[in-house]
């Protein structure tokens, strides 16, 4: 079946330093990739909808400027957390959606990615 | 915004038992539902799926079940097995292929 992997999987930092992960489709073509946010026991939340060669677009409440989506291929899509803090602690899982499907079915979640702001 | 939600937070069963998942939505103009299941540490995996035309269907030892007079479907596991220990969420299309997630339900399945 289609593989979304993520990279790292799991990061710890600094209060203050930015922090990039990568999601890539790994043998199939994403022109839409989604980014979430999940804290301890809650649901997932989408923070923005990545579109392959034009600006992502964010859900209300997440800040654009902290962070900054880029979707530079068709298999590869980066959220960089900038200037991290503490509440910026949680589980970061990407999605893809196949180029060529059609419906929900097509849509693959990578493993997530666990970031600690220290 | 209305989005979709669930009844119980958590499921403890007896391996070998049926499971039910219950999961209420909100917007009756939703015509498409999946159930994901998410284990510990890892991104949630795609079980299955219904569309609002179905009242039900089903899969390898997994069942959905739709009502949409009470905006309620429901995941029955056939044979709970130890594997089968995860959070499942339904959830919802919002638009453009997003997703809206609801809360969850934690399936604890005892030996």
């Known amino acids: 079946g289609a593989v979304v992997s993520q990279h790292p999987s799991w990061v710890i930092c600094k209060s203050g330093t930015s922090v990039k992960i990568e999601c890539r489709s790994l043998d199939f073509q994403a022109t839409t990739m989604f980014w979430y946010r999940q804290f301890p026991k809650q649901s997932l939340m989408l923070m923005a909808t990545?579109?392959?060669?034009?600006?992502?677009?964010?859900e209300q409440g997440v800040e654009k400027d902290k962070f900054l989506i880029n979707h530079a291929s068709l298999t590869l899509s980066t959220l960089t957390v900038t200037s991290a803090h503490p509440e910026d602690s949680s589980f970061y899982i990407c999605?893809?959606?196949?180029?060529?499907?059609?419906?929900?079915?097509?849509?693959?979640f990578g493993p997530g990615t666990r970031l600690l702001v220290l | 915004g209305e989005n979709v939600g669930l009844h119980l937070p958590t499921l403890s069963v007896q391996e070998g038992d049926n499971s039910i998942i219950n999961c209420a939505y909100s917007?009756?103009?939703?015509?498409?539902f999946i159930w994901y299941k998410q284990e510990s540490g890892k991104g949630p995996q795609f079980i299955i799926d219904i569309r609002s035309n179905m009242d039900k269907r089903q899969g390898q030892r997994v069942t959905v079940l739709l009502n949409k007079t009470v905006k309620h479907l429901s995941l029955q596991i056939a044979a709970t097995q130890p594997g089968d220990s995860a959070v499942y969420f339904c959830a919802e299309p919002i638009g453009d292929y997003k997703l809206s997630f609801g809360a969850g339900t934690t399936v604890t399945v005892r030996a």
């Open positions: 990545s579109n392959e060669g034009s600006k992502a677009t964010y």
């Open positions: 917007n009756s103009a939703s015509d498409y």
């Open positions: 999605s893809a959606r196949d180029l060529k499907g059609q419906g929900q079915e097509t849509q693959y």
